[in-house]
Structure formats: structure tokens, C-alpha cells
């Protein structure tokens, strides 16, 4: 092979601060068929390692600036030109450490003036070393790869196998063979009509605290144990397994009644409420177990687990710690909850909701100087219905984000459009309830900025109403969200005020302008004593605090005039006008009524 074409891809740095070097060297090797590049320091050098592949450096030691030495160290010191041979070049005159050019990296050095021969052979003798050295890596790394894929595929199938039937931690039946067995017992039920069983679907309490709080080392032990404590206390023909996490289910084969299966509940329950000792940790959990009866009036197995799991997390609503049997009306509920999730997503994109609005009234002028903006959902078929009912499945299911986002952006709109038409002072308000899923979004800050931009409204006359326990979580981040929206004149209210658990010190320390007293404090107001009870404290607090005092709710005469002598700045409810559509509420305010 012609020599010219086996060097054409080879690429050599020549480092030298005198021209007339580099020209004799470029000349010398690229007669060679060497392609050669050159830079006149270090500095230069360094530079063009990081956009050349360069397979050989020829450094002069004696340079300005950057010196050979510091250059080589330099370049053993980065990954990608640690493994680049480099050979010093050396004037025979100048002091030359070796031991120094050798410990900074160098292979080699060649003296000057430069013996061509010698220059050559060293530049050979290299370069096929270094490709050489090459290959090795390259074959080394094929064989890693290659082993690795072996490897790979062998614990794949190891851990394939495993899972086919058991649990890898807890050694317990696994989900697949738990259902293999419920389908046996479902059939075994369609054959022998006197034939019961059950099916316990338990779930930890309080895993997720410890495992967050003592690591996943114990969470594990803790499973291992819980797995022992199940068996124990069940039949040597019952079935415990693992479905995920810290989700069990257990079938008891052979049950009388659903008595006996609870028999079985509570004895599972008492046994969990003992103290795990594990690690030199003393663990105290409880757990909630939903229990379906299996019989002919099933068909499929899943909908046994199901309804059992549905059964227990109403034990969990219950106040957890217990058991719960599942009837029909169990399922018809998760059947409502599932039904409205779905409408809901076809409400967002459909835009089937609607705010209405109920005034507000400062009891200093007894008239209306805002609005709070309240969310209907005006269902196709089912007509207008309450907030009661969407809310919670809203909230549970993450929608109430964006539902919160509409409702922000439909109301601010429409306070700017009565305000541009005359029908509104410039200083009428507008409260917004702000969800805590909503209050915590990342890009919060800058949706409202955009709204108040789109809407051209004064944030002055935006009031975002946030409840108690959202605020109450004393972060850090929380208490920097709200002093971004008071930097921006936002006014913020803590909405159900008292049912909460407040820290003063804590609320004392937030950009806080009122406080909303729930209504259900004020409809209890009539009876007890005017100067006793939680409404006269909250607005005691109020005031001592700097901030507005507003009660929901408000119903009856008598009821204004204690929030009067009480001396509350504001007040809404039904005695003033329930939530109204826009038409309705505008035509109100404009009659300027007073109380």
C-alpha cells in the first residue's frame, strides 16, 4: 500500500513558538503523508485538541506563556487528549528536566537540532503503537459490550422467571398467580353452590412515612415482616400475595359468612397494630382492609379485587385503622366518581362551565364594592350543577388546576370588561378562590402576569382567596409565592378562616390582607354571646394583625347586625343575593342597593 495513503488520516500537532521550526517540520513530515497541524504556543495547542482529533503532539518544551510541561499536564488531565502521545522537543542548550517531562506525561523526547532519521522512526514507532493501543480498546470494549448484552439477557430471563409467580421480596405470590388462584375459586363457586370465599384487599396506613423518613432499606423489612404477620394469621389454604407497593390481598377459601371473613379482618388488624422492631427501629403502622364476598354473583375475578380494593378505600375515608364490606351502593359511588372525572375532562375542552358571581358588601357604606367569582358547571344533559358535587373528584383527579386557571382568567376578563363599560367603579374587586394544587404550579406567577397583561386589569382589584391549610404548610416556597403576588398589588385572603390549624407566629409572617371567616361559625353566631366565641376572636385577630375581616354566609338580620357591632369590614350570603350569572349580578349592582 502506498505509504502517503496509510498516513492520510493521521493527524500531528506541531507545537513550537519559533516559525522557522514549524516550517521544517511541516515540510519534513508532510512529505510523509502526514497531515499536520501547527500552533505557535500553548495556549493554541490546548485550543486545537478540543476541535481536531490529533493522534501525535511534537511539543517544545521552552514556549512564553505556557511552558511544554504545563501544556502536557494540561492534557493528561482531560478525558478526551489524555491518551494522545506526546514527544517533547528539546534544544540541546536548555535545561531539560526528564524526570519532570516524563511525570507530566510524555512517551519520548528528541534533542535539538532535530536528527531527521531519528524524528522519523520515533514518529512511526509511535504512531503505531498508538493505533495499535487503539484497536485493544476498541476489541476491549466490543467484548465488555458483547458480555454485557449476554448478561443482560441472562438476568432478564432470571428476572422473568422470578416474577412469573412470586413476589421477588417478599417471596409471596405475586399478582399473576393471586388472580390464577381467584379464577379457581370463582370457578370452584359456579360448581358447588354452597361454596364461599372472600377476598381482602388490605392496604398500609402510614408505610409511605416511614419509608420516607427511614429509607427503603426498612420500608423493605417491614414488607418482608408484614408478609409473616398475614400468614400467621390466616389458614394454610388461604392465599396471602403482593400486589405492589404496599398493596396485599389475602382469599380465604371456605368461609361460613361474611361474618367469619370479618373475624379473619380484625384479627389481621390486631396483629399489625403490635409494634415491628426492626433495625433497632420500633415501627407502629395500621392498616385498612376492604373484604368482598366471592360467590356465583360474580363472573370475572378482577371485579372481585375491585370491588374489594373500592371497599377499602372507603375504610380508609372512615378514619382508616378498620375494615370495610363492600355493597352495591359502593360501587354505584365509584361508578359516579368515575363518570364525572370523565365529563369533567369533556367540560374543560367543551368549555361547559360558568362562573357566577355573589356581591360583596363593606358594612362601613352598606354596599357592594366586589364580587367573589364562583365556578357551575353547566352539564349538557344534568343542567347546572353545583360545585359540591365536581369539586372534590376535580381535586382528586388533579383537574382543579386547570379548572382553577379557567376560572381565573374568565373572571378577570370579565371584571375588565364591566369596568371599560361604566357598569363598575375602577376600584371594584374581584376574589378568586386560588386551589392548593393551583396555588402550588410552577408557572403560577407568570399565568396571572399574562391574564392581568391580556385583561389590562388593575391587580389592585384582584383578590386570590387561598385556604387555610393550603398556606399552613410553613415552606419556604409558599411564603415567596405570596410575597411575588403582594409585590404585585394582588390582595390575598385565607379563605374558611378557623377550621384550620393556624400557627399565628407563622400567619403573622405572611403578606396576608384579610381573613375570611366560614360560614359555619357565622350561622352559629345567633347562639352565643355577642364578645364570645370564634367569630369575635378571628376579627379581634384581624385587626390586630392589620388585616380585613369578611364573613360567609350571612343569612338572617340578625346576623349582620352582631357582625356590625362586632365591627367585621365586609360580608357575603344569601341575605345579600345568592351567586348570580354575570346579566343578573351586573343589573343588581347597578339598582346600588344598601344594607
Known amino acids: ?50 476541535t481536531v482529533d490529533v493522534d501525535l503532539i511534537l511539543l517544545d518544551i521552552m514556549m512564553p506563556g505556557l511552558n511544554g510541561y504545563e501544556v502536557c499536564r494540561r492534557l ?10 506526546v514527544i517533547f522537543l528539546s534544544a540541546v542548550n536548555e535545561s531539560f528536566d526528564k524526570v ?3 511525570e507530566v506525561g510524555c512517551i519520548d523526547y528528541i534533542n535539538k537540532p532535530l536528527i531527521i532519521d531519528e524524528l522519523l522512526v520515533k514518529v512511526k514507532t509511535y504512531l503505531s ?34 416474577i412469573v409467580c412470586h413476589d421477588l421480596l417478599t417471596g409471596l405470590p405475586n399478582r399473576v398467580l393471586f388472580m390464577e388462584r381467584l379464577e379457581s375459586a370463582l370457578q370452584r363457586s359456579t ?26 432499606f426498612i420500608g423493605d423489612e417491614l414488607l418482608k415482616a408484614m408478609a409473616i404477620r398475614l400468614q400467621d394469621n390466616v389458614s394454610q389454604n388461604d392465599t396471602v400475595a403482593r400486589l405492589g407497593d404496599d398493596e396485599f390481598a389475602i382469599i380465604l377459601t371456605e368461609i361460613k359468612d361474611v361474618t367469619s371473613a370479618s373475624e379473619v379482618a380484625n384479627k389481621i388488624l390486631t396483629a399489625l397494630n403490635e409494634p415491628f422492631k426492626l433495625q433497632g427501629h420500633e415501627l407502629f403502622i395500621s392498616a385498612s382492609i376492604g373484604i368482598s364476598l366471592g360467590g356465583r354473583d360474580y363472573q370475572q375475578p378482577e371485579h372481585i379485587l375491585r370491588d374489594a380494593a373500592t371497599a377499602m378505600g372507603r375504610a380508609k375515608e372512615l378514619g382508616k385503622s378498620r375494615y370495610q364490606i363492600f355493597d352495591i351502593t359502593l360501587h354505584q359511588e365509584a361508578s359516579r366518581f368515575l363518570n364525572i372525572e370523565t365529563d369533567l375532562r369533556q367540560a374543560l375542552k367543551k368549555q361547559e362551565f360558568v362562573v357566577y358571581y355573589q356581591p360583596i358588601i363593606c358594612l362601613n357604606t352598606g354596599q357592594i364594592d366586589g364580587v367573589e367569582a364562583l365556578l357551575r358547571w353547566q352539564h349538557p344533559t344534568r343542567g347546572l350543577i353545583a360545585p359540591g358535587e365536581f369539586i372534590p373528584v376535580a381535586e382528586e383527579t388533579g383537574l382543579i388546576a386547570p379548572i382553577g386557571n379557567w376560572v381565573l382568567q374568565e373572571a378577570c376578563h370579565q371584571l375588565r370588561q364591566w369596568q371599560v363599560a361604566g357598569m363598575v367603579k375602577e376600584s371594584f374587586t374581584i376574589s378568586i378562590n386560588c386551589s392548593r ?19 389590562q386589569l388593575n391587580p389592585l382589584c384582584l383578590k386570590l382567596e387561598i385556604t387555610e391549610s393550603a398556606l399552613m404548610e410553613k415552606s419556604q416556597a409558599t411564603v415567596k409565592i405570596l410575597k411575588q403576588l403582594s409585590s404585585r398589588k394582588i390582595q390575598l385572603s385565607i379563605d374558611d378562616f378557623g377550621i384550620g390549624y393556624s400557627s399565628l407566629s407563622y400567619l403573622h409572617s405572611l403578606p396576608v390582607n ?11 353566631l345567633d347562639e352565643v354571646p355577642i ?24 343569612e338572617t338580620i340578625e346576623q349582620l347586625e352582631r357582625l356590625r357591632m362586632l365591627d367585621c369590614d365586609c360580608c357575603q350570603g344569601y341575605l345579600f343575593s345568592q351567586p348570580l350569572p354575570p346579566e343578573e349580578v351586573i343589573e343588581l349592582i347597578a339598582r346600588e342597593p344598601r344594607w
Open 76 to 85: 493528561k488531565a482531560e478525558p478526551k487528549t489524555a491518551n494522545i502521545p
Open 437 to 455: 394544587q393551583q396555588f402550588i404550579q410552577r408557572d403560577l406567577l407568570e399565568r396571572i402576569d399574562q391574564i392581568l397583561m391580556q385583561t
Open 1 to 50: 500500500m502506498n505509504q502517503n495513503l496509510l498516513f492520510s488520516s493521521v493527524n500531528i500537532l506541531i507545537v513550537d513558538d519559533l516559525p522557522t521550526n514549524l516550517r521544517l517540520l511541516d515540510s519534513l513530515l508532510s512529505q510523509q503523508g502526514y497531515n499536520v497541524l501547527k500552533a505557535i504556543n500553548g495556549e493554541l495547542a490546548l485550543r486545537a485538541t478540543t
Open 531 to 554: 364578645n364570645t366565641g370564634i367569630v369575635p376572636a378571628i376579627i379581634r385577630l384581624a385587626k390586630t394583625m392589620g388585616m380585613r375581616a369578611i364573613a360567609e354566609g350571612v
Open 191 to 216: 360448581i358447588e353452590p354452597m361454596y364461599r370465599f372472600a377476598v381482602l384487599f388490605l392496604d398500609c396506613d402510614r408505610f409511605k412515612i416511614i419509608n420516607n423518613s427511614l429509607g427503603y
Open 100 to 102: 519532570k517531562a516524563f
Open 514 to 524: 384579610a381573613l375570611k371567616v366560614d360560614k359555619f361559625f357565622v350561622q352559629n
Open 129 to 162: 503503537l498508538s493505533s495499535a493501543g487503539k484497536e485493544i480498546m476498541l476489541l476491549d470494549r466490543r467484548i465488555e459490550e458483547l458480555t454485557q448484552e449476554r448478561d443482560d439477557r441472562i438476568e432478564a430471563a432470571r428476572k422473568k422467571l422470578e
